[in-house]
T-cell receptor, first 115, second 115 residues
Framework: EAQVTQNPRYLITVTGKKLTVTCSQNMNHEYMSWYRQDPGLGLRQIYYSMNVEVTDKGDVPEGYKVSRKEKRNFPLILESPSPNQTSLYFC??????????????FGPGTRLTVL | AQTVTQSQPEMSVQEAETVTLSCTYDTSESDYYLFWYKQPPSRQMILVIRQEAYKQQNATENRFSVNFQKAAKSFSLKISDSQLGDAAMYFCAYRAPNTGNQFYFGTGTSLTVIP
């Protein structure tokens, strides 16, 4: 089954404790992204990647890191989480190119709480 | 940065009736894509419909259709014969293919379907 998976789905942590949220897709997509969703703000793009070793900042990159060492994986790293990073996080992927290649497929989301 | 505006935080519709959700966007690009995503209580992001800006014809998907007004930078979603399962948060999104993998989302419209 074609899908984007994220782990963990739920995470409660404390300020300053490094964490990683994993994202994996099995559709051989070139493009991958991370978003955060906050009430009243919609989804905001944190980082995106256009291929292995190619990443760029989105609208809200501060406090986050990413890496793309393999095409299928795109982990999100919070080196020193703070309470303002409490949010719902989504990973998404898509093909490169026109037509259906511009459509993103989303993971199920990760609910992160930073105390 | 591009902006996507959804001016209706909440909408309601009677079952079997028609409702229109509004979306406007700001861009200087001539070639881009527009999307409507649905987010039910499960939080999964589900693609409802997509529109390519260079196509004059409005996209339709069963009971869902759009009114794409390129000059006015407007992209509204019409849901016909509303069903209880249509109750969800709806997000409008924009992507310009020449800007890498950047997507911009609106703040969402929460749709209630009244039996």
């Amino acid at each position: 089954e074609a899908q984007v998976t994220q782990n963990p789905r739920y995470l409660i942590t404390v300020t300053g404790k490094k964490l990683t949220v994993t994202c994996s897709q099995n559709m051989n997509h070139e493009y991958m992204s991370w978003y955060r969703q906050d009430p009243g703000l919609g989804l905001r793009q944190i980082y995106y990647s256009m291929n292995v070793e190619v990443t760029d900042k989105g609208d809200v990159p501060e406090g986050y890191k990413v890496s793309r060492k393999e095409k299928r994986n795109f982990p999100l790293i919070l080196e020193s989480p703070s309470p303002n990073q409490t949010s719902l996080y989504f990973c998404a992927s898509s093909f490169h190119g026109r037509g259906l290649g511009d459509t993103q497929y989303f993971g199920p989301g990760t609910r992160l709480t930073v105390l | 940065a591009q902006t996507v505006t959804q001016s209706q935080p909440e909408m309601s519709v009677q079952e079997a009736e028609t409702v229109t959700l509004s979306c406007t966007y700001d861009t200087s690009e001539s070639d881009y894509y527009l999307f409507w995503y649905k987010q039910p209580p499960s939080r999964q992001m589900i693609l409802v419909i997509r529109q390519e800006a260079y196509k004059q014809q409005n996209a339709t998907e069963n009971r869902f259709s759009v009114n794409f007004q390129k000059a006015a930078k407007s992209f509204s979603l019409k849901i016909s014969d509303s069903q209880l399962g249509d109750a969800a948060m709806y997000f409008c999104a924009y992507r310009a293919p020449n800007t890498g993998n950047q997507f911009y989302f609106g703040t969402g419209t929460s749709l209630t379907v009244i039996p």
